[in-house]
Each structure stands twice: as C-alpha cells, then as structure tokens.
C-alpha cells in the first residue's frame, strides 16, 4: 500500500536559519506530492505540490522537488520566520485517484525562536 | 469565499455514548472527505463521498461508525458507541470533482473518557 514516512520531530530553529524536513514515500504508479501545514488553532492548508517527477512545489518561501529516483520530497526554506511555526505533513495522491484521498505522514512540528 | 465549516469544534462524552459531527462543504464542492486525526499521526482517510454516494468507505469501522451526506450537500458522522480509542480530531475537507486542491475545515475534537 501506499505510505508516507517524515523525519522525525519536533524541529526547533533560531530565525533566519534553513529548514530541511526530510519525506519519503512509498507508492505504486505516479503519485502527486504534497505539503500541507497546520497553523495553532486552524485548520490543514495546502503549501505546495508536485504532480510529477522533478516539478518543483513552492510557495512562501518553501520548496520541495519530486525525486522519483529516490522517492523523496523534502521541504525546504533559507530562511525560516517566527511566524512559520507550525506542524507540517507530507502527503501523496495514488496516480488517478481524486486530490483529497490523500496519505499522509505522521507530521513534523516546527518551533521557530526569535 | 467561505471554507468548510465543522461543528462542534469540541466534544467530550463517556465511553458508550453517541456522538454526531457536522459538515458543511464549500459551495459548489462535489466530492467530501472526513479523516481521523490521533494525536501524533497523520489524518487517516476514513470515507469518501461523491455528491450524495459513497465511493470509498473501506477505512470506516462500519461496526460503529456511520456517515451520510444527504442532497449531496452537508454531511453528519455517527460514533455509536464511542471507545477511548476513538478520542482524536475528525476532519472535513471539500474540493470540486476533478479539483487539483483538498480544503480541509478546522475539525472537532473529540475526547472519550
């Protein structure tokens, strides 16, 4: 079946710092790849994605690029703000499925100090 | 444009009770998902509906759980009855048929004791 497996957290940076949140998925086909973020007290929001391979997602600084050679779709940022604190998951769409049936990772809480 | 409305945002009850959770889609989404969100883990896709009709339920525990979506329009989450285990956030998320983005409401909080 398919999964998706992230770093392990919590992640806690100094502002201004880089950000790398590892993921690696395992999936059957061509699966679309996702980020998605989850403010304090809000709901989950879609911050980037890539529907195949070597696309880039970006989006507020962040991005993340579809290795299919290493099933791999880490998020970066160069330079990380108070404000991104918050917890991240990675996610995939099986190949023709609808965007909403996705599997997510166990997540990855981000601690940013000023 | 308002976004997928879920209620209650909070819901304590004893284990054995009956819980229900509400759903409001975007206007105009086709397609509704709910997804349980225990602590710690990733959402997990619990059901799928296209307009008013079922097209996944296969991660349901139809033992207990149940979940319709009358007109095609709003949708209602049963828990009868609740265990311990079921204590987590339920999630709704809407997106068009075909759309290439899932949004995703604020979700219910459910704690069993």
């Known amino acids: 079946g398919n999964s998706v497996t992230q770093m392990e957290g919590p992640v806690t940076l100094s502002e201004e710092a880089f950000l790398t949140i590892n993921c690696t998925y395992t999936?059957?086909?061509?699966?679309?790849l996702f980020w998605y973020v989850q403010y304090p007290g809000e709901g989950l929001q879609l911050l980037l994605k890539a529907t195949k391979a070597d696309d880039k997602g970006s989006n507020k600084g962040f991005e993340a690029t579809y290795r299919k050679e290493t099933t791999s779709f880490h998020l970066e940022k160069g330079s990380v703000q108070v404000s991104d604190s918050a917890v991240y998951f990675c996610?995939?769409?099986?190949?023709?499925?609808?965007?909403?049936?996705?599997?997510f990772g166990q997540g990855t809480i981000l601690t940013v100090h000023p | 444009e308002a976004g997928v409305a879920q209620s209650p945002r909070y819901k304590i009850i004893e284990k054995r009770q009956s819980v229900a959770f509400w759903c409001n889609p975007i206007?105009?989404?086709?397609?509704l998902y709910w997804y349980q969100q225990i602590l710690g883990q990733g959402p997990k896709l619990l059901i799928q509906?296209?307009?008013?009709?079922?097209?996944?339920d296969s991660q349901l525990p139809k033992d207990r759980f149940s979940a319709e979506r009358l007109k095609g329009v709003d949708s209602t989450l049963k828990i009868q009855p609740a265990k311990l285990e079921d204590s987590a956030v339920y999630l709704c998320?809407?997106?068009?048929?075909?759309?290439?983005?899932?949004?995703f409401g604020q979700g219910t909080r459910l704690t069993v004791v």
């Open positions: 998320a809407s997106s068009f048929q075909g759309g290439t983005e899932a949004f």
């Open positions: 996610a995939l769409v099986a190949g023709g499925t609808s965007y909403g049936k996705l599997t």
């Open positions: 206007s105009g989404h086709a397609t």
């Open positions: 509906f296209q307009n008013n009709g079922v097209v996944d």
């Open positions: 999936a059957t086909g061509y699966p679309s």
